[in-house]
């Protein structure tokens, strides 16, 4: 198989060589590595985390990131984007599961604030991907908003990349059904996973 550079690999390969960089000390390359992944970080918090408290799910991920970057090594484990994607899942997963058990404490339902959005129309894409689980939410924003290659967002996510495609494949058989239902994010089928 051959391998042959891309823009994208450019970039990965890029953040890599940063990632491994800042981990021995460089703050530069820390600064660059955050100033070159900040974009899609704030973008996944928006999408799967809570958009009222997305800014500070971003300055945790990028905090967690800090304190894990001497244990990246960078090798066949995957990229640095792919790590630093984990973690910033990991931490939006937190963040709900925490919001969650508040919620069920406080019997509290907020509204989520719609004016400080990331970009133009995101309120009706967050209405419509919370028609899905949280697996094929997921699935569907780290490949298809994100456009984080299919092995990648199965290392990001820890399941074998079939089970990413189905998510995936899923994910869009049920968005395209809400569309056309009108569905405007109440829906029965959120607790199915693939």
């Given at each position: 198989?051959?391998?042959?550079?891309?823009?994208?690999?450019?970039?990965?390969?890029?953040?890599d060589?940063?990632?491994l960089?800042?981990?021995?000390?460089?703050?530069?390359?820390?600064d660059?590595?955050?100033?070159?992944t900040?974009?899609?970080?704030?973008?996944m918090?928006?999408?799967?985390?809570?958009?009222?408290?997305?800014?500070?799910?971003?300055?945790?991920?990028?905090?967690?990131?800090?304190?894990?970057?001497?244990?990246f090594?960078?090798?066949?484990?995957?990229?640095?984007?792919?790590?630093?994607?984990?973690?910033?899942?990991?931490?939006?997963?937190?963040?709900?599961?925490?919001?969650?058990?508040?919620?069920?404490?406080?019997?509290f339902?907020?509204?989520?604030?719609?004016?400080?959005?990331?970009?133009?129309?995101?309120a009706?894409?967050?209405?419509?991907?919370?028609?899905?689980?949280?697996?094929?939410?997921?699935?569907?924003?780290?490949?298809?908003?994100?456009?984080?290659?299919?092995?990648?967002?199965?290392r990001?996510?820890?399941?074998p990349?079939?089970?990413?495609?189905s998510?995936?494949?899923?994910?869009?058989?049920?968005?395209?059904?809400?569309?056309?239902?009108?569905?405007?994010?109440?829906?029965?089928?959120?607790?199915?996973?693939?």
């Amino acid at each position: 198989m051959f391998w042959f550079p891309t823009s994208q690999n450019a970039c990965v390969d890029r953040l890599d060589e940063l990632a491994l960089a800042a981990r021995d000390g460089n703050r530069i390359a820390l600064d660059r590595f955050t100033r070159a992944t900040l974009a899609d970080v704030s973008r996944m918090c928006w999408y799967l985390g809570d958009p009222d408290t997305a800014e500070e799910l971003v300055q945790e991920s990028y905090a967690s990131m800090m304190r894990s970057l001497p244990k990246f090594r960078g090798d066949h484990t995957g990229s640095a984007r792919a790590w630093l994607f984990r973690i910033v899942r990991n931490t939006c997963a937190d963040a709900t599961r925490r919001r969650q058990r508040q919620r069920a404490y406080r019997s509290f339902s907020g509204v989520p604030d719609v004016a400080g959005s990331p970009d133009e129309g995101w309120a009706e894409v967050v209405s419509l991907l919370s028609v899905l689980s949280d697996d094929r939410r997921q699935a569907f924003v780290l490949t298809q908003l994100l456009n984080l290659p299919y092995d990648e967002t199965a290392r990001v996510l820890d399941v074998p990349i079939g089970t990413v495609r189905s998510r995936v494949a899923r994910a869009r058989e049920q968005l395209v059904e809400a569309e056309r239902q009108g569905d405007s994010g109440k829906s029965d089928d959120r607790v199915m996973s693939a």
